[in-house]
């Protein structure tokens, strides 16, 4: 996809993993970790370097819906990607 081709010629990666608990836990904190690593695997699977990608993951934080609702923790259960380019000059 385009974005994978972005993410190939990226100067960083940065992924995100989150869970919609509402207290955080240590079951949590790993099923948020292990949700970035997925997808950090996928990213080298397919030719991003693993020196690009830096993980940031967090339990019961960041909510981007509401969370008392079915729809909201869905979508509150994610993984973010941003990635950075730096102009050449």
Known sequence: ??????????ALVTIRGRTSTNRPS????????????SARTYLIAHGVSPLKITLNYASAADFIAD??????????????????HVPAF
Not at 2 to 9: E, I, N, R, V
Not at 72 to 82: A, P, W
């Open 1 to 10: 996809t385009t974005h994978l081709a972005d993410a190939k010629g990226a």
């Open 26 to 37: 240590a079951q949590d904190e790993s099923l948020a970790l292990a949700r970035a690593i």
């Open 67 to 84: 969370n008392s609702t079915p729809a909201g923790r869905l979508q509150n259960q994610r993984v973010e990607i941003d990635i950075i």
